[in-house]
């Protein structure tokens, strides 16, 4: 016996997904709830797949389990396919599982010919309805079912329109659509040398091969593709009889939301446009009313809808989307399918429907993904005014949406003005062809960021998403001219000082001024429900990345219960302290390196007691001096066409020799790849009294805090280990400075030491790191980096992107987490970290930590904490609940 | 009970190294095989531990059970320790598991006071001797049990000599030693406020106490550390009767090898003196006599020093180093020990003991240490030449022993200067500040390399050993001044032509030509036997890493059986083949690169014919491009340097336009970190035109060679690997090539396909990997690189060496291989590979390769081959054999 391939209907049910596709089972679903659904049958997925297999023919049998079920579909309607008296019209619409642009929509009206035309014009007494419904079928046949590009129908019918002199199409008379019609098949047969088929079972036949066919369509492949949707799933065929929104003023068509899907009222929320059909929402030719209206008209329909409405929502126990018609006074539903929604409605629905008791506060918490909620801590633009602005000619390019967050300022072409104009109170957006640590000082006090190239993990992207800054990253449209002051950008010329506007969301770039709307956690009450709820729920704990005292703040207020990396390096970029620095770096002696450094020790000490008290009661993880020495000087380049120019010019032979002599230190300091050379804890173990001087600031900072009862949990971390002997080294003369300060101050204080694991030897040897560490915290930037051999510097402009583009990658390593290689190397670091030390405390601090899957992965690999930028705290939250309650509910992502 | 700390010699064996020493069981040894030694005892290591343990005390029973072994040793010398009449003398002399410099060395004589003194005289009725013992007695133990700095000592003797105007020792009275011995006093009582102790058992005491103290010493403490050896092994301490030499010409001393240490020969080989101590002979008061002239005078006692000789390499079944002493006709041994010997000997000794039956062919294998005969195969200087510049003041400075071999040659600064000369016959040394890819043209053509900047793993380095050529690199004392050409070192001034000499086994370079020795392997036969024996025993293949056909040649004339790397790119830096790579890389359409493309590929095809042929028989995997793009073009720094000339000059718009846009482009490709961005595989992802060249090249190389009937067995391998996509990718366009030139041709060619695995994500995932790969090669250079996060071209000069130095790390990871972090991630490769792939075929092309510790360790995680420089190969093939036969006999390395 055949398969079954065909199903009607009522033989269906919602945990049919993979085999009806969520169309069909919407269907099954009202069909079986006794609501008012066409009479109708679903061909399977498992068709479709068996379709290709055996070289694109019907699988064994299913042509005639079509006809079985269209008799029964006959009998129900009381009509018959290609009866010439009383006609059966089939819409044929595809239905996979996940709903997916770019297949086979729908064809109406399937079953229309000459003979049955005449049938449906008697039937109905509306010849005009007749041959309108007939047009429209040879359009959509020719167009969905043949694949005939829509704009020769519609140049036809355009062409039509004019020659009456009329704009709509409803303006058009029987002998026009009648003509049109005749037309159409003319396009038909030129196009692709086939008589539209008067045989209505021979359309249907092609219509389901078309479903069939569209699968493979390249839009959808690509789709598919993009959205990591499997390819193997195959699409269902939803076949049912039509029934009509266009029979008149007790006829009409709709579409509704059983929420508000923008903001998740709790109000039905839809559009309805009486004597219509769907197409002709869409088509805009009469404006529709709100469905609310449709009670003053037909209030009984309109209660029946309602009921229907609730009754589904109950059912499916989510937010619904539906489709509607009412034909001569009687409500069909056509469709019901959880309702697409923004972020605030999603946390609105999820919190309302827990409080309402329709769903559980795990549900409510798996409800809302995590990266939804982004959207909804970073400022943003006004959609109306943005949408001004596009069509006022104001957009200038598109860059990469580097870090989200919408920003308005005056642009500034350097770091320097930027932050002057910055603590001046003006709005300031920094510009830059790229950036680099010596611009930090001015990016602190920028609203936002526009670089020309660079990815979205370059220096530009990182520091600004640390910060909560909007950036829009290699913006290789950008012309700038540092020199004059100012950037030519498509045809625009931009000058310092003028306003443009970024949304680091979109990667779009503005001229002028676009009013910004800024969301406050505090005042979403609903969010902040539910991430209290979501609180209750981890496993993991959220911590976060601030190297200031605002920083530190706001990542309090986002819910933050520790800073898992506090940068120490960027405190040295500020202007005042750079000139020192530089000072220390360029000693030829320990002595004068150590006279430098000892102007910094209470400049440090004072920044640590600003994130130390920010923090109180919260540990505080601060990492000592990371990068390279000769990022602190300036660029060798630029030293290089300095003294060039001096030599030849000739006539300033004291400053040659200085900037020579400065040239000659920098070139001797520079390494080939600095992000492999002379950093991290290299730098403590040839220059102790570096990071001795900087715990020593830690100590003293504490000490000084817990004087005055502030209650503070440092922890020393070493970074860029990868061998134990490193970290023993710095720990014990590290250990030696804390002994020192805490005698000298007699006093204690409570602290942890540990190393970051950001290198692929740490984490295969982190049993014998585990000896000499307390903690381990995931540098999973760097170790990205060495695991993958990529450099973040230059692999997004150079092959990364290309990469992602061409699944080469499935993502971007940098942004989400490879699970099989680096994080096969966490694993192995977090399991030989505690056989040595059981208590072991692990987290990551990479920009990972912000990610949902990231954070998944973390939780499954039972670190303690995720550490995060200050506006992805709420986001990581979200996320860790939802790893644990996955793990608890054995839920996997489906696609 | 206590322990027993204290052996007669007669009690102890040569299993008992550990507790009595090398020098102690040698003389236990001696003595069980009834062989003169005078008596004695050793105290064990364990009681110098026990010392230790306890705080510098004598371990219990120790000090009793040293004055029972005395009694016994009295009784059988019929002496007596301070007795006034017949006074029994004493030698005190330290002996460790391994002998080691800086450890307290011998104390002769002691037992000697005023009374015991006159005893003596009165025996031996020379008072001359008498205080000339006890002057040597006061003396050794002022500086050798005091640790009162000799000079204090040597400046009195040199005093009293002057005083009376003669030159050696033995011109001076029995007055003036008198007096001498009386001075010597006087310096011990000052310098360490002490009387020279009349006390006969307290001179023993201190001088055993003075042993143990040396354990701890600073020398013999930075010895272990820096070789290796266990700080808690201990030291014995041997205490035996004195017996004399120096009694008049028919006593006497000497030293003496079982063979010839130098060239290995069976014959007796050594030094005799008559009438003399041990310490004479190292005075070199007068000139000793070969051991053989004994003969002319001392028949008899030649004759049983032969046999006993003889005897002792026979019980020993090695060379042996011997001390003995001739008393009034007497033989005494007093030392037997494994002897040093030069490589030479090392190999001969081996050999010829195997084919007289003493040791098996397995025993002689492992008596060579494959590091050993890495210089037997590259030219080296005639040491007397070397010497006498030393001596003339021809040494100009000493840099990083980066490759090992003599070169003599002209300088030149620059590489086409050098390819000039080279080309034209002219011995060549080109120097450079440091060399990158565009200088390789040259230093084909040079003999060797010197450079100022750079550590033992720059470019210069390896390139140098992959040539084969001498160099000495990062040799900071170099003042180049590449304008003038010419150089400034310590005072000299060398321009270009100059002769310089390199030494590359020790970094040393002098001025001049100094005369070379090039040894040829199939000239020393036992080596060749050696190795014909090893083979024989090894697992492991042995390949080269060959880029060019000659270096193939001297591979297989090595013994290599394959090649393991040949990199494709350096044949596109030759002078006529640059500008045309040029042109590729720089091509604006895909079009022009084709037409560059087109050019390369007859040249490459050459290339690999070549190389294809010279290999005939064997695989030669052939590697395709790696380095990134911008390496081919001029450096960005000489660029901006130009370009900002031209511009300040203003005197050439035309070229400034021109060199700009050079810039322009060359700042694009340019990479923050060129050693993680875009080169390996991501060039043909990327531009697959490129490697489809190469493909095509090598496929019609090898077709081209099979209709001339040579024998080919090519294998295309993709470099820097992380993701088995970009294998996929790769092996799918590059296997259409081949099948598409296989199909022009008509002709079928059996290769394979494979990958390097270098990157630490591709170890971790070569279970997916291995799908695409039919072989594997472990790039340990960039492996070690990425898995420690260490560059490579940076590291040395800035921080590994004081790395190691300071024993951070065990040993530069760039030349051992670092067992646990990246060996574990090539075991996991091996493993992960061949879970997929059983057959995989694995290897190794890192410089590692042609390390002995690193080929151990590829023999045990299984690997199939290793692939060295060609100069390297016999060693590998010895190192191979080596881990083979210590693995069959659990010979673990013992330190």
């Known amino acids: 016996m055949a398969e079954k391939w065909v199903y009607l209907f009522n033989e269906g049910n919602r945990d049919m997904r993979d085999t009806l596709g969520g169309k069909g089972t919407g269907l099954a679903e009202m069909t079986n709830a006794g609501l008012p659904v066409p009479p109708g049958f679903t061909i399977t997925t498992e068709a479709c797949n068996e379709f290709f297999r055996i070289g694109k023919k019907f699988p064994e049998g299913m042509w005639e389990q079509v006809q079985q079920a269209l008799q029964e579909v006959e009998q129900r309607s009381g009509k018959r396919l290609g009866d010439a008296q009383n006609p059966l019209l089939l819409s044929v619409r595809s239905g996979a599982k996940f709903s997916m642009p770019g297949m086979m929509d ?271 801590l970073h400022p943003r633009f006004d959609d109306k005014a943005k949408q001004a602005a596009q069509s006022e000619g104001k957009f200038l390019a598109k860059g990469l949406n580097a870090s989200p967050g919408a920003a308005v300022g005056q642009v500034a072409f350097n770091a320097n003005l930027a932050e002057k104009w910055g603590k001046g109170g003006r709005p300031v957006i920094l510009v830059r062809p790229e950036t680099n640590p010596d611009d930090v000082h001015g990016m602190l006090q920028a609203k936002g960021i526009l670089t020309q190239h660079g990815g979205a993990t370059s220096h530009a992207a990182v520091v600004a998403r640390g910060l909560g800054l909007a950036c829009v990253a290699g913006c290789e449209a950008l012309r700038i001219n540092l020199e004059e002051g100012e950037m030519h950008v498509n045809g625009h010329v931009i000058h310092e000082a003028d306003y443009i506007s970024l949304d680091g969301a979109t990667g779009e770039v503005f001229l002028g001024q676009i009013p910004t709307v800024v969301p406050k956690l505090e005042e979403q009450q609903e969010l902040v429900t539910l991430l209290s709820w979501a609180d209750g729920f981890r496993r993991l704990g959220v911590w976060a990345n601030a190297d200031y005292p605002r920083d530190a703040r706001q990542a309090r207020a986002f819910g933050a219960t520790g800073i898992g990396l506090c940068r120490t390096e960027h405190m040295f970029f500020e202007i005042e302290r750079l000139p020192i620095m530089r000072e220390m770096i360029l000693a030829e002696t320990k002595e004068t390196r150590q006279k430098a450094l000892d102007k910094l020790l209470p400049i440090q000490r004072g920044d640590f007691e600003g994130i130390l008290e920010a923090m109180a009661g919260y540990p505080v993880i601060i990492r000592l001096i990371d990068p390279p020495l000769h990022e602190f000087l300036p660029p060798y380049e630029d030293l290089l066409v300095e003294v060039t120019e001096l030599r030849v010019r000739g006539d300033n032979p004291a400053l040659l020799v200085e900037k020579g002599a400065l040239l000659q230190k920098v070139s001797v300091m520079r390494e080939a790849n600095p992000m492999l050379g002379l950093r991290g804890c290299r730098l403590g173990v040839l220059f102790p009294e570096i990071t001795e001087m900087q715990v020593r600031a830690i100590i003293e900072a504490a000490i000084n805090l817990k004087q005055r009862q502030v209650d503070v949990h440092p922890e020393i971390m070493i970074p860029l280990v990868g061998h134990v002997n490193e970290l023993k080294d710095q720990r014990e003369k590290l250990e030696a400075v804390v002994k020192q300060v805490q005698e000298e101050r007699g006093t204690e204080i409570s602290y942890k030491f540990g190393t970051m694991i950001e290198l692929p030897r740490a984490a295969l040897t982190a049993d014998e790191i585990a000896r000499y560490a307390e903690f381990f915290s995931f540098g999973t930037n760097d170790l990205t980096q060495t695991t993958f051999g990529i450099s973040r510097d230059d692999a997004e402009s150079k092959f990364l992107l290309q990469y992602v583009e061409r699944k080469i990658l499935p993502a971007n390593p940098f942004q989400q987490l490879d699970r099989q290689g680096v994080g096969q190397l966490m694993k192995m670091a977090v399991e030989g970290g505690r056989a040595t030390r059981p208590e072991m405390e692990v987290g990551i601090c990479g920009e990972h930590g912000g990610d949902p899957s990231s954070v998944e992965f973390c939780h499954q690999i039972n670190l303690n904490y995720v550490s995060c930028s200050p506006f992805r705290v709420p986001v990581a939250r979200l996320a860790a609940a939802h790893a644990a309650l996955r793990e608890k509910f054995d839920i996997r992502r489906d696609k």
């Not at 159409?184 to 249907?204: G, H, M, S, Y």
């Not at 390249?218 to 799933?233: E, F, G, P, V």
């Not at 929320?269 to 030719?285: K, S, T």
């Not at 009687?330 to 946390?347: E, F, I, S």
Request: proline share 2%; charged share 25%.
């Open 106 to 376: 729908t064809v109406l009206n399937l079953g229309l010919n000459q003979e049955t035309l005449h049938g449906l014009i008697e039937q109905t007494g509306n010849s005009r309805f007749g041959y309108d419904a007939y047009r429209r079928l040879v359009q959509m046949f020719g167009k969905i079912v043949l694949d005939i590009p829509g704009e020769h129908f519609e140049k036809d019918l355009q062409q039509a329109k004019d020659h009456k002199g009329v704009q709509a199409d409803t303006d058009l008379t029987t002998n026009d659509l009648k003509a049109i019609a005749d037309q159409f098949k003319q396009i038909i047969k030129q196009k692709r040398n086939l008589e539209f088929p008067e045989d209505v079972f021979e359309q249907l036949r092609m219509a389901i091969e078309a479903v069939f066919d569209s699968w493979w369509g390249k839009r959808a492949t690509d789709y598919r593709n993009n959205q990591k949707i499997s390819h193997d799933l195959g699409t269902a065929v939803n076949v049912m009889a039509m029934v009509f929104g266009n029979m008149g003023f007790d006829s009409g068509t709709g579409v509704a939301f059983t929420r508000d899907p923008a903001t998740g009222e709790k109000v039905l929320y839809g559009e309805y446009l009486p004597n219509a059909q769907g197409e002709d929402v869409v088509a805009g030719i009469r404006t529709p009313l709100k469905i609310s209206q449709l009670q003053d008209t037909q209030e009984q329909v309109y209660q029946q809808f309602v009921e229907v409405a609730n009754q589904l929502e109950r059912h499916y126990r989510d937010m619904q989307d539906l489709e509607f018609t009412i034909e001569h006074g009687k409500l069909w539903m056509l469709q019901t399918r959880t309702g697409k929604r923004t972020a605030q409605a999603a946390v609105k629905v999820a919190v309302d429907m827990a409080n309402e008791g329709l769903i559980s506060r795990e549900e409510a918490v798996l409800r809302v993904e995590p990266k939804q909620i982004d959207q909804l």
